[in-house]
């Protein structure tokens, strides 16, 4: 996530089930011109068929996120 503006920003992420938020990031500080990696070193996430990853920031328009997704099936 990278800060846009020119004040800090507080962001967070998170995951929906369809029931349950289960932050991964909760109201980190990014400072301005700073960006925030939120896994490192190749670690990943796994998420359910209909999950919803969120990013939010206390501040509109304020953060560029980008999210890497691999949609794989075994057969």
Do not use: C, E, H, R
């Amino acid at each position: 996530m990278a800060n846009i503006t020119t004040s800090t920003v507080n962001a967070s992420v998170y995951i929906n089930d369809g029931t349950n938020n289960v932050f991964i990031l909760k109201d980190a500080p990014i400072p301005v011109g700073g960006a925030l990696q939120v896994l490192d070193g190749g670690a990943k996430i796994v998420v359910q068929s209909g999950d919803t990853m969120y990013v939010y920031s206390d501040t509109a328009d304020s953060v560029d996120a980008w999210i890497s997704v691999v949609d794989a099936i075994s057969t």
